[in-house]
């Protein structure tokens, strides 16, 4: 957990890279909008550069627990994903700021960051193909490969924020998340015919 001059630094930096980008704000923008001085900015990050990067990965902590609370709950596969988006579109809500530095900064420090970056950001994927894995096998979802599933309903999810965040214009992550999963389920959920042949399949391992 940031302490309380920490968070105050990174959510002022959050709103001025946001807007401005990060190589136009400046240090000593972040320390008045925190209400600190600038060497106590200095004292808790090296410099700009280890503000972004502390920036970054806090937001990527703090979604990622988002996202795994969300899953907790016991549930059917629907159940879980349901609350996956919606926990993802509601963060995002709350944090376009985020998503915006996502998409703007990619290129700001090299392959290597931006490599690390991503890497953190698809664990959402991980935890989606998790999800989807325990529907098929319960048989509840039609057999999929998983992993292209998980990044489609991933790239549903960021679309749906990318729109909203861009235009500037608020949606609700409940309606929003209901209509994404909603589209995505439709393909996912076994047919009848699959029900049939996953109840015989099942009868001839017995």
Same mark, same amino acid.
């Given at each position: 957990?940031?302490?309380?001059?920490?968070?105050?630094?990174?959510? &002022? @930096?959050?709103?001025?890279? !946001?807007?401005?980008? *990060?190589?136009?704000? %400046?240090?000593?923008?972040?320390? !008045?909008?925190?209400?600190?001085?600038?060497?106590?900015?200095?004292?808790?990050?090296?410099?700009?550069?280890?503000?972004?990067?502390?920036l970054m990965d806090s937001c990527l902590v703090? *979604?990622? &627990?988002?996202?795994?609370?969300?899953?907790?709950?016991?549930?059917?596969?629907? !159940?879980?994903?349901?609350?996956?988006?919606?926990?993802?579109?509601?963060?995002?809500?709350?944090? +376009?700021?985020?998503?915006?530095?996502?998409?703007?900064?990619? +290129?700001?420090?090299? @392959?290597? *960051?931006?490599?690390?970056? $991503?890497?953190?950001?698809?664990?959402?994927?991980? $935890?989606?193909?998790?999800? $989807?894995?325990?529907?098929?096998?319960?048989?509840?979802?039609? !057999?999929?490969d998983t992993g292209s599933a998980a990044f489609?309903?991933?790239?549903?999810? %960021?679309?749906?924020?990318?729109?909203?965040? $861009?235009? +500037?214009?608020?949606?609700?992550?409940?309606?929003?998340?209901?209509?994404?999963?909603?589209? *995505?389920?439709? +393909?996912?959920?076994?047919?009848?015919?699959?029900?049939?042949?996953?109840? %015989?399949?099942?009868?001839?391992?017995?």
């Amino acid at each position: 957990m940031p302490r309380t001059s920490d968070k105050a630094i990174l959510e &002022a @930096a959050l709103k001025l890279f !946001a807007r401005k980008g *990060f190589y136009t704000a %400046n240090v000593e923008e972040i320390a !008045a909008l925190a209400g600190v001085g600038k060497g106590t900015v200095y004292r808790h990050f090296t410099d700009k550069k280890g503000l972004f990067e502390a920036l970054m990965d806090s937001c990527l902590v703090e *979604f990622l &627990a988002c996202i795994r609370e969300a899953v907790k709950a016991e549930g059917t596969a629907a !159940a879980r994903l349901s609350a996956l988006s919606q926990a993802h579109l509601a963060y995002f809500a709350r944090r +376009g700021e985020f998503f915006m530095l996502l998409i703007k900064e990619q +290129g700001t420090f090299g @392959a290597e *960051f931006h490599a690390s970056l $991503i890497k953190k950001y698809l664990v959402q994927v991980e $935890i989606i193909e998790d999800c $989807i894995k325990e529907g098929v096998c319960s048989g509840e979802l039609r !057999a999929v490969d998983t992993g292209s599933a998980a990044f489609a309903l991933f790239a549903m999810l %960021n679309g749906v924020v990318h729109r909203r965040v $861009i235009s +500037g214009k608020p949606y609700s992550p409940e309606r929003e998340g209901d209509t994404v999963l909603g589209i *995505f389920l439709e +393909g996912m959920r076994k047919k009848e015919e699959d029900v049939r042949d996953h109840g %015989n399949s099942v009868s001839k391992t017995a």
